[in-house]
């Protein structure tokens, strides 16, 4: 892509954002929202209470949801993805990239359009 066109996009989607800034700037929702966190932000600062402290007081369950921390270092499960082939039909589901079919697909098709046959 060339300077100019990236520039163009980018101006667009500069303008895109405003547009949404300033339709949420006139949401009254968001000023009730906003109305309320600096009250109960100055409420807090009066009462020397902490997010913590309210937390506890509004739902006491809240610390305790957890039966037992878990271990240190061990890592989250990967999500399955499931990759379908646009010509063939052919889906592949994997939790990672070293997946015999997906390798051969991107190397035909590069990587780029194998991840957007994503489902």
Known sequence: MSKL???KALEAQLA???KQLDALKNDG????EIEFEQK????MVDYGVSLRDIISLLDPQAGRTTAAPAARGQRRQRQVKLYKHPETGEV???KGGNHK????WKKKH???IVEGWLQ
């Open 40 to 43: 109960l932000s100055k409420l």
């Open 5 to 7: 066109a990236e520039f």
């Open 16 to 18: 895109a954002q405003l």
């Open 92 to 94: 592949v589901e994997t």
């Open 101 to 104: 079919i997906l390798k051969a």
């Open 29 to 32: 929702e968001l000023k009730r």
């Open 110 to 112: 590069g990587a780029i």
